[in-house]
């Protein structure tokens, strides 16, 4: 399985014939190497309807013919776009042809602000465990800390887990730092800051800060094999 990150929470994972891409925010997005037109994904997985995650989702999704899979509300609302969607909800998970997905909880909100200014509910946020190949991969999305992580890590063997560190809309580093002690995670990658000034911080500082080299700093366009 080779998984990459592009830049503020944007995940790529190729597994089993396929590319799946998590919170494809790419236009507007100063932090990713990528072009949105260059992505021909067969899954997106969005964590929730704010616009810095959502993204280039619907533009991606239509050339591509990309199954869309999203908590119910933020589904049916790319279903509306006329996506080919796959709703789920926290708690649940579904077994694919190319992995697993679970949804957990996150501590945010979740909107979709449209372009004349409407802001459309999309459901509850949430966190994406994505298991292929034996190995287990955790998108926080956008969290607060929360104790339940701890449920997570015991239940969950994690290889990787990508943490917001931004703070101001998310976790901050120091709690980050907390999340990783709770999940346990293998390797833990700082994700969600600088992107925007409320949420600049220093990543190597967060690195610093976990136990055990269990930290893992990814630049925009790095790779790692599990």
Do not use: C
């Not at 579904?94 to 449209?114: L, M």
């Not at 580093?173 to 907390?178: F, L, M, T």
């Not at 911080?201 to 893992?216: R, S, T, V």
């Amino acid at each position: 399985m080779k998984i990459s990150y592009h830049g503020h929470s944007i995940i790529k994972i190729e597994t089993n014939g396929k590319t799946i891409l998590i919170d494809p925010f790419i236009n507007g997005n100063d932090q990713t190497d990528l072009k949105a037109d260059d992505q021909n994904p067969d899954v997106i997985i969005l964590t929730h309807g704010h616009n810095d995650h959502v993204g280039d989702t619907v533009e991606i999704a239509k050339r591509s013919e990309a199954l869309v899979i999203a908590p119910f509300e933020l589904a049916n609302y790319m279903e509306m776009q006329g996506l080919n969607t796959h709703p789920m909800h926290i708690g649940g998970a579904y077994e694919f042809e190319f992995g697993k997905v679970k949804f957990t909880q996150a501590f945010h909100g979740s909107s979709y602000t449209t372009e004349d200014n409407q802001i459309i509910y999309t459901g509850m946020p949430a966190g994406v465990l994505f298991m292929a190949e034996e190995k287990t991969v955790y998108h926080a999305g956008d969290t607060a800390l929360f104790g339940d992580m701890k449920l997570i890590g015991d239940r969950h063997q994690i290889d990787l887990a990508f943490l917001p560190i931004g703070d101001n809309f998310t976790m901050g580093p120091d709690d980050a730092a907390y999340a990783a002690e709770l999940l346990q995670a293998k390797q833990v990658v700082p994700i969600h800051y600088n992107t925007f000034p409320p949420i600049k911080q220093d990543p190597e500082k967060f690195i610093n800060m976990l136990k055990n080299e269990q930290g893992k700093m990814m630049h925009a366009g790095d790779s790692v094999q599990l």
